[in-house]
Structure formats: structure tokens, C-alpha cells
């Protein structure tokens, strides 16, 4: 099984339009049982809070299911829980590298970092309000994501 946490700074924007993305995108190509897919915020600002509205818009639009849930913080011990934590800016990967106390066993990537755009930010909705960029760019990192870890299992998209 690959497990996969999608940061973000708050984890009600980004991070779980990420989540429940790769999750669909894993459904959609039958693998839904390979993944464990999960979010969480560098922040406590969030903490308990659900999804943003406009990002539950954005996956309606997008025809993607997602529930009701609860943000919760990257903790230390998610390290070792994980084999991919993705971050969605160069803010949130120094968060990151931070609460885990670095990244010995390169897990910490940037969404973009897996697409044509390595080193480009997923900008934070939250402060552009352009949530259809975000779920844009999103999508482009989930699918190259997607792509890398079937073709790490063998297989081919």
C-alpha cells in the first residue's frame, strides 16, 4: 500500500481538494485499495475546522465525492507513517521538514515537483481566492503523482 498526506497550511483548502482528488483518481483507475490517502495543516489554526466552501465547490464542479471532515495537524510521527508527504508550496515544505525534524528517507516533495512545473507553488486560494487555479494545478500534480508511484509499483497508468 502507498501512503500519501497531501499539507497545506490550514488543511481546508488545498490539501484536501488533494486528498480527495488522488482519491478519486485511484477509484477511477481501480487502485483505490493500493492507497492510503490522507491531508493535515502545518497550522493549528484550523484544527476541527471542515473543508473551505469554495474548495467543496470546486470538487462538486469537478464531479470528485468527498464527506465531511475535520482538519488535523502534521505531527512528527507522520513521518514514519507515510511514504509521501506533499506539500503544496515552498512555505509549506519548511513547515514540513520542521515538524518532522527533516527528511532523511526523502519523503518531502512539492505537488508540482511531479509535473512539467517543478518548483512552482500550488498558490493558497485562501489569499488569491482563485480556487479554480488551485484545483487546476492540483489536478496536474495528483495525475503526475498518479503516474510515478504506478509506474514505482510496475505498473502503467
Not at 480527495?20 to 481501480?30: E, H, N, T, W, Y
Not at 470528485?64 to 506533499?86: C, G, H, Q, S
Request: hydrophobic share 40%.
Amino acid at each position: 500500500m502507498i501512503k500519501i498526506l497531501f499539507v497545506c497550511h490550514g488543511n481546508i483548502c488545498r490539501s484536501p481538494m488533494a486528498e480527495f482528488m488522488m482519491k478519486d483518481i485511484a477509484a477511477r483507475g481501480g487502485a483505490a485499495d493500493k492507497f492510503l490517502i490522507m491531508s493535515a495543516a502545518t497550522s493549528a489554526e484550523e484544527i476541527g475546522s471542515d473543508m473551505h466552501p469554495m474548495s467543496q465547490a470546486m470538487l462538486r464542479a469537478e464531479g470528485i465525492p468527498f464527506e465531511p471532515r475535520r482538519a488535523v495537524r502534521l505531527t512528527r510521527a507522520d513521518y514514519e507513517k507515510y511514504d509521501y508527504i506533499i506539500g503544496m508550496d515552498g512555505q509549506n515544505i519548511r513547515d514540513i521538514l520542521r515538524i518532522c525534524g527533516g527528511d532523511p528517507q526523502d519523503k518531502v516533495w512539492k505537488l508540482m515537483d511531479f509535473t512539467d512545473e517543478a518548483g512552482e507553488d500550488v498558490a493558497d486560494p485562501w489569499y488569491t481566492g482563485n480556487f479554480a487555479r488551485a484545483c487546476g494545478d492540483i489536478r496536474k500534480g495528483c495525475l503526475a503523482l498518479m503516474k510515478k508511484t504506478r509506474l514505482a509499483a510496475g505498473k502503467t497508468v
